[in-house]
């Protein structure tokens, strides 16, 4: 079965009234930017764009 990526939230911040989060995928280093309300949700959206870009596909584990 295969790994799981693990994200990370790096930092949060406001950006013109707007939270954003920077969250990690600990294996490769990318770094995703996404607006968010809470950790939870930015994880989730990061999780939605790393298997989205196909991501898990291209890189090795």
Known sequence: MP?????EV???YVLFGERRFRVREK?????FNV????EEEA???????FSRVKADRVLKP
């Open 35 to 38: 607006a968010a309300s809470t």
């Open 27 to 31: 294996g490769s280093g990318i770094v």
């Open 3 to 7: 790994k799981l990526p693990e994200f």
């Open 10 to 12: 790096l930092e949060s």
């Open 43 to 49: 994880l989730e959206k990061a999780r939605e764009m």
